[in-house]
């Protein structure tokens, strides 16, 4: 079966400093990767997705990047963490060989706290 | 901002009893529906999804209704038990595009 890692679970932070996510899955291959924020009490807000290694789209404008190094691993980074970085971060991932009607699968997040 | 948004932000049912939370979409065209758990702590969990061509679709203990001429989306659960207890999210998105978009939840508290 197909499992989804994130870590840390959870990360504080000081203003200014960098950060790395990481977002792993396994049991699965060329799955399609996706990054969302989710503020205390909201929905999901997606920030980036990835169909293939080497390939990140970004849905908003923001302080932070996404990369995919390996088929199922997808790092998200800030070089500068803003106060307004703060949030749960949330992994998904979903097999695209159904043509779209698959769910994407979530991991347990991370929750950010910065300083 | 996010085309998908719920009726009722809360909602408590006695144990046992049927629960329904509701949502409405604004993007006609959506064609594929997910409902998700969220516990505390947690990332979002697959419940049930159906696909515009169908008007509903059951799980175990679950139902999930789809209205389009309405652009509503409910989700029926039968015998509530206390593990029922989270915020459930609908989330809908267009067959081929990425963006999954989701509401903002509703939260359901099971009384013992």
């Known amino acids: 079966s197909q499992t989804i890692h994130q870590w840390p679970a959870t990360l504080v932070q000081p203003v200014g400093s960098p950060l790395s996510l990481e977002c792993t899955v396994e049991g699965t291959s060329n799955p399609n990767l996706y990054w969302y924020r989710q503020a205390a009490g909201r929905g999901l807000q997606l920030l980036f997705y990835?169909?293939?290694?080497?390939?990140i789209s970004s849905e908003v404008p923001q302080n932070l990047s996404a990369s995919r190094p390996q088929d199922r691993q997808f790092i998200l980074s800030s070089k500068k963490l803003l106060l307004s970085d703060s949030g749960f971060y949330l992994c998904?991932?979903?097999?695209?060989?159904?043509?779209?009607?698959?769910?994407?699968?979530f991991g347990d997040g991370t929750r950010l706290s910065i300083l | 901002g996010e085309s998908v948004g719920l009726h009722l932000p809360t909602l408590s049912v006695q144990e046992g009893d049927n629960s329904i939370i509701n949502c409405a979409y604004s993007n006609s065209a959506s064609d594929y529906f997910i409902w998700y758990k969220q516990e505390s702590g947690k990332g979002p969990q697959f419940i049930i999804d159906i696909r515009s061509n169908m008007d509903k679709r059951q799980g175990q203990r679950v139902t999930v209704l789809l209205n389009k001429t309405v652009k509503h989306l409910s989700l029926q659960i039968a015998a509530t038990q206390p593990g029922d207890s989270a915020v459930y999210f609908c989330?809908?998105?267009?067959?081929?595009?990425?963006?999954?978009?989701f509401g903002t939840g509703t939260r359901l508290t099971i009384i013992p």
């Open positions: 989330a809908e998105i267009l067959v081929g595009n990425e963006k999954l978009t």
């Open positions: 990835s169909v293939g290694i080497g390939q």
């Open positions: 998904a991932w979903r097999d695209k060989r159904s043509r779209g009607n698959q769910p994407q699968h």
